[in-house]
């Protein structure tokens, strides 16, 4: 497809893990990132992996990729309100370098 | 503090009624670029800038200008704005194309 392609919505329990999952367009990409944004805040850079990687870590975040089916994954694990926020997930598309946007996850964390 | 600044942050307009949105980057960053963020359709680019008077189009560039005199500001000019233009924007900054985006924190724009 042409999108990125995010669900809408998220809604989890606090302490339990959360799932956002992104489809995206460009087999070729080269980076794949993971936005946050918070209420009235501008989008904050959570982190990205390099295309010739499957998985990569940073503290209760970990990131999936699967290249044969252009699937991204965030994992946030033992999720706080704190993390209650709009995730975006955007791929650095290989002929231009533009950065093509996913609609955006709203996660509720939930007390 | 390494940011980018929007100014301003909230305006309400009125269709025709030029107006320019500032942006402005204190890290020396070539790359700079302006979206808007539409619910349900995540952050189109309006225009990016590589660099000192080298601008172009995005992919939504219709009813806005730009301009790069210098390399720490990247205005969003709409000359005539329309009720289409109701948008989030954010202007973004970064080192080269290829490298990392830091975004501005938005500006919320309503036009009646």
């Known amino acids: 497809g042409e999108d990125v392609e995010q669900s809408l919505f998220l809604s989890v329990r606090e302490g339990d893990s959360s799932v956002i999952n992104c489809t995206y367009t460009?087999?070729?990409?080269?980076?794949l990132y993971w936005y946050k944004q918070e209420p009235g805040a501008g989008l904050q850079l959570l982190t990205y992996i390099f295309s010739n990687m499957d998985m990569k870590q940073d503290q209760r975040l970990t990131v999936l990729l699967n290249k044969k089916d252009k699937h991204l994954s965030l994992r946030i694990a033992d999720t706080q309100t704190g993390d209650s926020a709009i995730y975006f997930c955007a791929e650095r598309v290989y002929n231009n370098n533009d950065m093509r946007f996913g609609a955006g996850t709203r996660l509720t964390v939930k007390p | 503090e390494a940011q980018v600044t929007q100014n301003p942050r909230y305006l309400i307009t009125v269709t025709g009624k030029k107006l320019t949105v500032t942006c402005s980057q204190n890290?020396?960053?070539?790359?700079m670029s302006w979206y808007r963020q539409d619910p349900g359709l995540g952050l189109r680019q309006i225009y990016y800038s590589m660099n000192v008077e080298v601008t172009d189009k995005g992919d939504v560039p219709e009813g806005y200008k730009v301009s790069r005199k210098e390399k720490r500001n990247f205005p969003l000019i709409l000359e005539s704005p329309s009720p289409n233009q109701t948008s989030l924007y954010f202007c973004?900054?970064?080192?080269?194309?290829?490298?990392?985006?830091?975004f501005g924190p938005g500006t919320r724009l309503l036009v009646l």
């Open positions: 460009d087999s070729s990409s080269t980076y």
């Open positions: 973004a900054s970064s080192f080269s194309r290829e490298a990392t985006q830091y």
């Open positions: 890290m020396n960053h070539e790359y």
